[in-house]
Structures are given as structure tokens and as C-alpha cells.
T-cell receptor
Framework: GNSVTQMEGPVTLSEEAFLTINCTYT??????LFWYVQYPGEGLQLLLK?????DKGSNKGFEATYRKETTSFHLEKGSVQVSDSAVYFC????????????FGAGTILRVKS | GAVVSQHPSWVICKSGTSVKIECRSL??????MFWYRQFPKQSLMLMAT?????????EQGVEKDKFLINHASLTLSTLTVTSAHPEDSSFYIC??????????????FGPGTRLTVL
């Protein structure tokens, strides 16, 4: 089946620290992969995406590379800010699956000043 | 681009009443809209998929007579929670997927609607 596994949180970092949030997936087809971010009390915002193997998505200093060989899409940022505190969701989407998204459980990130 | 709005952003209602939530794609045409429910500190649960002009497809365990979905145009979908009860209190989020090109491969999410049933 299709599933996404994210590292459990919360992840607590100091400002300017390096961030990695692990995400691995299983899929029956060839998925697109996404990272969404949710700030408190708000809906989800697309952070970045990759549609095929070896693609790198990037936005606002965040990066993730679609690794087919390890079925992973880990999110990284070189220097986090307090404003990055949010919940991060990894998701996969497969066209043949009605274009539905399958979400991971979400990882809470807390950045301290 | 790719802005999705929801209205209202929050609503409080009495048990037994019905509540309608609107989801609009503001700058693109959405052939498909999705409705999710999110419980506190949990991930999103897909409730149903709606395609413009056709009946919604509900996920297993979601009562279609309780959560009525209408996708009347390429920019508007509505979710009506009928005869709401306190256990229906939740954060409801919609998303929209476009017709073609960059819009077709990605779901864009609305800001969510907080429903509280007293």
C-alpha cells in the first residue's frame, strides 16, 4: 500500500541550528512527494515538492531530495529561525490513486531563541 | 498564485443544527477538491474527494448523509455538516487541485474552518 513515515517529534532546536526531519515512504506507483507546513491555527501551506527521482525541491532555505533508492524525502534546513516553528507534514501523491495525498503523522518543530 | 479560501474561518453552533463551509479557489480552476478533518495534534484525515459536476467520493467510514459535499463550479465546493453533534467539532480543511500544468500536480490548501458544536 501507500504510506508515509515521519520521525516523531517534537523536535526542539536552538536558532541557527541545522534541521533534518526524516521522511520515508512506501508506494505502489511512482509518487510525487511533498512537504507541507502548518502554523498554529492555520491550514497547510505547500513548502516544496519533487515529482520524480533525484529531483530536489527547495523553498525558503528548506530542501528535500527525492531518493528512490532509499524511498526517502528528508527535509533539511541549514539554519532554522524561531519563525520556522510549526508542524511539518510529509506527503505522497499518486495520480492513479485518484490524486489523493497520503500524509505522514506530522513533526512538530520548536525553535528557541 | 494558488490561493484557496474557506469561509467561515470559525463557527460555533448548537447541537442538531447544520453548518455549511465554503471552499473557493481564487486564482485557478479546481477540477478536484478534497475535504479533510484534523483532530488536535494529529494529521489530516481525508473525508471525501469531489469533482466538479459529479458526486463526491467518500472515504471508508465517513457518513455521506451527514457530510454533504457539493462541487457546483470549478471554483467552489461546499461541505455541509448536517445535524451536528459535539463529536463533529473539529478543524475542517479543504484543498484544491487544478486542471492542468503546475496546478494539476499539487493540492493547495485552504486555511481551515474551526467548528465547535455545543
Amino acid at each position: 500500500g501507500n504510506s508515509v513515515t515521519q520521525m516523531e517529534g517534537p523536535v526542539t532546536l536552538s536558532e541557527e541550528a541545522f534541521l533534518t526531519i526524516n521522511c520515508t515512504y512506501t508506494a505502489t506507483g511512482y509518487p510525487s512527494l511533498f512537504w507541507y507546513v502548518q502554523y498554529p491555527g492555520e491550514g497547510l501551506q505547500l513548502l516544496l515538492k519533487a515529482t520524480k527521482a533525484d529531483d530536489k525541491g527547495s523553498n525558503k532555505g528548506f530542501e528535500a531530495t527525492y531518493r528512490k533508492e532509499t524511498t526517502s524525502f528528508h527535509l533539511e534546513k541549514g539554519s532554522v529561525q524561531v519563525s520556522d516553528s510549526a508542524v511539518y507534514f510529509c506527503a505522497l501523491g499518486i495520480r492513479g490513486y485518484g490524486n489523493k495525498l497520503v500524509f505522514g503523522a506530522g513533526t512538530i518543530l520548536r525553535v528557541k531563541s | 498564485g494558488a490561493v484557496v479560501s474557506q469561509h467561515p474561518s470559525w463557527v460555533i453552533c448548537k447541537s442538531g443544527t447544520s453548518v455549511k463551509i465554503e471552499c473557493r479557489s481564487l486564482d485557478f480552476q479546481a477540477t478536484t477538491m478534497f475535504w479533510y478533518r484534523q483532530f488536535p495534534k494529529q494529521s489530516l484525515m481525508l473525508m471525501a474527494t469531489s469533482n466538479e459536476g459529479s458526486k463526491a467520493t467518500y472515504e471508508q467510514g465517513v457518513e455521506k448523509d451527514k457530510f454533504l459535499i457539493n462541487h457546483a463550479s470549478l471554483t467552489l465546493s461546499t461541505l455541509t455538516v448536517t445535524s451536528a453533534h459535539p463529536e463533529d467539532s473539529s478543524f475542517y480543511i479543504c484543498s484544491a487541485r487544478g486542471l492542468a500544468g503546475a496546478w494539476a500536480d499539487t493540492q493547495y490548501f485552504g486555511p481551515g474552518t474551526r467548528l465547535t458544536v455545543l
